[in-house]
């Protein structure tokens, strides 16, 4: 298959991937538990008669059938990107608004921290699988293991305890400081503070997955014929390394930094809620335990759609550094 053919038949899988998502998401908040409308006017201290009921409904298209009515509604709706408005959060704000005013600060938080934690565990894997079962192999084996297997809600309470109740150096929650009208440096000097925590968080959790992939991959590669074939002719040790093994180790770690930058529209929920940081990790909270349907519609069609565009984006980048991939 050439290159034309493989990415048309990875749209074509992504296309159906998301398909599959949006049909998905139109049932699944359809058997909750809970009436939407009785949600909504308890939520507003209302006491709606029959008749307001049956508006209500009416005006949220809940007096049609399942199929095909509702569900010709959603697709129709779900194309225009409309997704009605907040009934409890946020009442009055569609839920576009309200997704695209959380969705910075969690781009600007697990992002940053995908990108830092990338960096530090590929240059640690790569240095550690090279110089297998040296100090710093055994070492950065250890703490990546730890690292990787503590909880991030745990791992962040602990630095809480540490940078902001016994040190005294950082917020301990918070995205901006509350009641000051900050502009210019000021602001940002304010978010980097209150983000210090949580990015150092997600950072430290997400360093020793890259790490074990990245040294896990390498000493693969470094056990293939063309390494020894390389050596056996005389080139020199680094440019095996440099030009041949790091460049196809590289590539399991492509999908899993492209994946994890899909995940940031989906939010780390739990570091989130540690630190009262209000990103979509928040927000998809306090939806969820608000029951406020639409808005969980929204982010959870947003955040399976940015996963499954970037999985396409990994394996296009995957199938262009192996060509053996267009292959399969």
């Known amino acids: 298959m050439g290159t034309r053919g493989y990415v048309l038949r990875k749209l074509f899988q992504a296309f159906l991937t998301l398909l599959t998502v949006v049909v998905f998401n139109f049932f699944l908040f359809r058997v909750l538990p809970a009436d939407p409308v009785a949600l909504l006017t308890r939520s507003q201290g209302a006491q709606l008669s029959v008749e307001e009921q049956a508006e209500l409904r009416a005006e949220f298209g809940l007096d049609k059938p399942l199929f095909p009515g509702q569900f010709l509604d959603f697709m129709g709706d779900t194309l225009r990107l409309d997704f009605g408005d907040s009934t409890i959060l946020r009442p009055g704000q569609s839920v576009v608004e309200v997704f695209l005013a959380a969705t910075w600060p969690t781009i600007l938080l697990v992002g940053l921290s995908t990108f830092f934690s990338a960096i530090i ?16 192999d055994t070492g950065s084996m250890g703490v990546s293991l730890v690292l990787y297997s503590m909880p991030e809600f745990w791992l962040g309470m602990l630095l809480i305890l ?66 020894t074939t390389a050596r056996a002719k005389g080139v020199r040790e680094k440019f095996v390394l440099r030009r041949h093994a790091v460049r196809n180790a590289l590539l399991p770690t492509i999908t899993l930094v492209a994946l994890s930058f899909g995940f940031v529209l989906g939010g780390a929920i739990t570091v989130e809620l540690v630190f009262g940081y ?51």
Do not use: C
């Open 121 to 136: 565990g590929i240059v640690l894997g790569i240095y550690s699988g090279w110089k297998r079962g040296g100090a710093l």
């Open 162 to 227: 540490l940078f902001s109740t016994t040190l005294g150096w950082f917020p301990a929650s918070g995205r901006l400081s509350v009641g000051q009208n900050l502009t210019g440096l000021d602001y940002v000097a304010d978010v980097l503070n209150h983000l210090f925590l949580p990015l150092l968080t997600l950072t430290l959790a997400f360093v020793g997955e890259f790490y074990l992939v990245m040294r896990s991959s390498l000493l693969d590669v470094l056990g293939e014929d063309y390494i």
């Open 278 to 328: 209000q990103g979509l990790g928040y927000l998809t909270f306090n939806a969820l335990d608000a029951r406020d349907y639409p808005l969980l519609q929204g982010v959870f069609l947003f955040a399976s759609a940015a996963v499954i565009l970037l999985n396409l984006i990994a394996d296009l980048i995957y199938g262009y550094f192996d060509p053996r991939v267009r292959e399969a």
